[in-house]
């Protein structure tokens, strides 16, 4: 089993910054590929970022060059690092996480509770 909370939202004007946490429970945090999405109101869930047991990212291209998305496998915790934000990213931001206990089963989905976000003068 795999709990994950998300912290780090608020309210934050144009051209801010915030940072995000996911805090994963359990002890195969290593084991998951991890990423952020997001839903904004009347619009459907979109990924903004993944990043992968071995430390591949990728990500959307909406923002690519302003968010960071990272890991810390010592600390069960993974990140989103958002700079230059956009009344564009105004969402609830969801922390996920993927999981295949072996090559032979279906990939497993965790999911936060969502964090708001809101970007706004």
């Known amino acids: 089993q795999v709990q994950l909370v998300e912290s780090g939202g608020g309210l934050v004007q144009p051209g801010g910054s915030l940072r995000l946490s996911c805090a994963a429970s359990g002890s195969i945090f290593s084991m998951l590929s991890m990423g952020w999405y997001r839903q904004a109101p009347g619009k459907q869930r979109e990924l903004v970022a993944t990043?992968?047991?071995?430390?591949?990212?990728n990500y959307a291209d909406s923002v690519k060059g302003r968010f960071t998305i990272s890991r810390d496998n010592t600390k069960n915790t993974m990140y989103l690092q958002m700079n230059s934000l956009k009344p564009e990213d105004t969402a609830v931001y969801y922390c996920?996480?993927?999981?295949?206990?072996?090559?032979?089963?279906?990939?497993?989905?965790?999911w936060g509770q969502g964090t708001q976000v809101t970007v706004s003068s």
């Open positions: 996920n996480a993927k999981w295949r206990a072996n090559p032979l089963t279906s990939i497993l989905d965790y």
């Open positions: 990043v992968t047991s071995g430390g591949s990212t």
